[in-house]
């Protein structure tokens, strides 16, 4: 089984679910999306990893766009070298729309994330020698005014069915590429991956996560992570 197959079996599992309200729109990048995230995966997913960041779930300026976890545009375009075809979800919000590669906006979690790599790794076969980045859940949900709403806000049976295809893509995924380590990236996803991963023997971490909605984050964030990773061993 490779990524490729991983990413099948996950959409495959998730075109089964509905989801109630507050709920009103869904974007899965995966499907409308899938030449750049197929790209990302054949070029930078060869084994093994050191480590692995796993995100939450798609931002609307970011993976939402590109197919790429906190795919910024400039990002994955200029730096990761991943342009492509991307399609649009089946029911969009207005001032939410899908252009891909054409969007103008910018993800401020994707463009801190990748700088910061970019910053310590120049180019991205030497990050990605060593490490990976993954999401948790690779649909971003919608209210009915276009507001995000996290996995966490979702109905409980609901979260719990996510929860249950997420957590068997990512044991899968984290098998195919070997790591010791997996990072969450925000306390969402490093929670999910330490209930997803229990029993495994892989050691979970987690750093702070990037956005701008976390007051934290806008005080220094690099500098907080690079601390952080330092005291849990991972050699960044």
Same mark, same amino acid.
């Given at each position: 089984m490779?990524?490729?197959k991983v990413t099948d079996e996950l959409v495959a599992e998730l075109g089964r679910l509905h989801f109630a309200p507050p709920v009103a729109h869904v974007y899965n990048p995966l499907v409308y999306a899938r030449q750049p995230?197929?790209?990302?995966?054949? +070029? /930078? *997913?060869?084994?093994?990893?050191?480590?692995?960041?796993?995100?939450?779930?798609?931002g609307p300026w970011g993976m939402a766009q590109t197919g790429v976890p906190f795919g910024e545009i400039s990002a994955v375009r200029d730096w990761?070298?991943?342009?492509?075809?991307?399609?649009?979800?089946?029911?969009?919000?207005?001032?939410k729309l899908v252009t891909g590669f054409a969007c103008r906006r910018s993800e401020v979690s994707g463009r801190r994330l990748w700088g910061l790599i970019r910053? +310590? /790794? *120049?180019?991205?076969?030497r990050f990605f020698d060593r490490f990976f980045v993954l999401n948790y859940c690779p649909l971003l949900f919608l209210d009915t005014d276009g507001r995000n709403l996290t996995p966490d806000k979702l109905r409980s049976a609901e979260?719990?069915?996510?929860?249950?295809?997420?957590?068997?893509?990512?044991?899968?995924q984290v098998e195919l590429l070997r790591p010791s380590c997996v990072i969450g990236v925000g306390n969402f996803a490093a929670d999910q991956v330490v209930r997803a991963l229990a029993g495994s023997g892989i050691r979970?971490?987690?750093?702070?996560?990037?956005?701008?909605?976390?007051?934290?984050?806008?005080?220094?964030?690099?500098?907080?992570?690079?601390?952080?990773?330092?005291e849990q061993g991972v050699a960044f």
């Open positions: 490779d990524l490729l995230h197929e790209e990302y995966l054949r +070029r /930078y *997913g060869n084994v093994p990893k050191e480590t692995v960041f796993v995100g939450m779930n798609p990761l070298g991943i342009d492509g075809t991307v399609g649009r979800p089946a029911e969009e919000y207005p001032k910053s +310590r /790794y *120049g180019t991205p076969e979260r719990d069915t996510l929860n249950a295809a997420c957590d068997r893509a990512l044991r899968r979970v971490g987690r750093i702070l996560h990037p956005s701008p909605a976390n007051p934290a984050a806008n005080r220094g964030w690099e500098d907080v992570v690079l601390r952080q990773l330092a």
